[in-house]
């Protein structure tokens, strides 16, 4: 299971990758082997505010659809389009080409109250 060192993570599986204000959001190692084959991504938040915990969208598999939940409070910037044409690559590479949203953060505070990459790791019991 890749659980990368340089990210914040939440109780729902969804990562936080930090640059300056801004940060990207995906969903987790764990969470798209827990869903399985993913089909579809659906982000109809673009231009919103959400807090923290919210949805921001969800995320459809073969078996099964789930909801992906705002890490932090933030403003979504910008939907990864290349995941609307190619939803497998969260499978692929959630870290990377699989990122689903970007966000503007709006209250900081709350990166501390996510988890690090051990802390994180406990928690899915590795």
């Known amino acids: 299971m890749n659980i990368p060192q ?8 969804e990562w936080l ?3 300056g204000e801004e940060a990207y959001v995906g969903i987790t190692d764990f ?3 827990e869903l399985g084959d993913i089909v579809f991504v659906d982000v109809d938040t673009v231009g919103e505010t959400l ?6 969208g969800t995320i459809e598999a073969v078996k099964t659809v789930s909801d992906i939940m705002m ?3 933030g403003e979504v910037l910008e939907f990864n389009e290349a995941i609307a044409d190619d939803a497998a690559s969260i499978n ?11 966000i ?5 505070a709350e ?3 996510l988890k690090d990459a051990a802390a994180y790791s406990a928690f899915i019991g590795l």
């Open 92 to 102: 692929n590479d959630p870290y990377g080409e699989g990122w689903i949203v970007k």
């Open 71 to 73: 890490p932090v409070a």
């Open 111 to 113: 990166v501390e109250q």
């Open 31 to 33: 969470a798209q082997h």
């Open 17 to 19: 990758r930090i640059e």
């Open 51 to 56: 807090d923290k915990n919210e949805t921001l």
């Open 104 to 108: 503007r953060l709006t209250n900081l």
């Open 6 to 13: 340089d990210l914040r993570y939440s109780d729902d599986h």
